[in-house]
């Protein structure tokens, strides 16, 4: 499918509180060439949040009308600095990204999320990237090069 991408988008100083998701990066489970790269989340508060960090490579949505194929939508370069706060869920950090196209350049910069007063858990699969300052829950990314990344100039 021949779709464009989106790219260089800024979200910062932003609250959720009670939502079912927080900063979210969904791709369709089809066939693409299209990518998301290039994306900041900076400043930003979580006050019970169901899901406060995600990127989901296998959305579906509930009328499950869905092809049986991975999503094609190439996600890289996203940055998550100084989010805190607290989860819904005991698992606050999802990266379920597709064995064929692996999400890369994922950081985390100073991120402190708990569950029910203890440290949250992070979930990843197929997700690499570097970390910096706090990091809780612990970062559950494969490690990349730091060449391979490309840095926000603040």
């Not at 021949?2 to 900063?23: A, C, D």
């Not at 509930?62 to 600095?81: A, F, L, M, R």
Request: hydrophobic share 25%; with cysteine; aromatic share 8%.
């Amino acid at each position: 499918m021949q779709e464009e991408g989106v790219q260089n988008v800024t979200i910062k100083t932003s609250s959720f509180t009670g939502t079912e998701n927080g900063v979210r990066v969904k791709t369709w489970a089809r066939h693409s060439n299209g990518f998301v790269r290039n994306v900041l989340f900076q400043h930003v508060v979580m006050n019970n949040v169901e899901n406060p960090i995600i990127i989901d490579q296998n959305y579906c949505p509930s009328s499950g009308n869905c092809p049986k194929q991975g999503s094609g939508i190439k996600v890289s370069d996203i940055t998550y600095e100084d989010k805190h706060g607290t989860s819904a869920t005991e698992v606050a950090v999802k990266f379920h990204c597709r064995k064929t196209n692996p999400c890369n350049g994922i950081q985390l910069l100073d991120v402190k999320l708990s569950y029910k007063d203890h440290p949250a858990e992070a979930s990843c699969v197929n997700a690499g990237g570097l970390t910096s300052g706090l990091q809780q829950p612990t970062s559950c990314l494969t490690k990349q090069e730091e060449h391979s990344i490309s840095y926000y100039k603040y």
